[in-house]
């Protein structure tokens, strides 16, 4: 019933830009905080970005001043702007839905990100 669906994923050269999408269904979604996490080949699966449901964000030092998150509450649909992207940012990035103290949360299938020249 509750279903995330990223898209936006793709091969993009070095310095290039790619915005992912990430359409939820079955959830309230404004009351929801949203994430983008990603995992490399070989590594552990790591937050990217949040966006609490009240429009405040962070994003980990390696995506600082090249990723924006954002969202529209209008469109069920949480953003992942990429920019200056860099080999080392070659992943699968997947969508996160939580609510702060409640221990289930709901993730998308993943979307892949490969930044290669």
């Known amino acids: 019933q509750v279903h995330l669906v990223e898209s936006g994923g793709g091969l993009v050269q070095p310095g290039g830009s790619l915005r992912l999408s990430c359409a939820a269904s079955?959830?309230?979604?404004?009351?929801?905080?949203m994430a983008w996490y990603r995992q490399a080949p070989g590594e552990q699966r790591e937050l990217v970005a949040h966006i609490t449901s009240g429009d405040k964000t962070n994003h980990v030092d390696a995506v600082k001043g090249r990723f924006t998150i954002s969202r529209d509450n209008a469109k069920n649909t949480v953003y992942l702007q990429m920019k200056s992207l860099k080999p080392e940012d070659t992943a699968v990035y997947y969508c996160?839905?939580?609510?702060?103290?409640?221990?289930?949360?709901?993730w998308g299938q993943g979307t892949q990100v490969t930044v290669s020249s």
């Open positions: 996160n839905a939580g609510i702060v103290g409640v221990r289930t949360d709901y």
């Open positions: 079955g959830i309230i979604f404004s009351i929801y905080d």
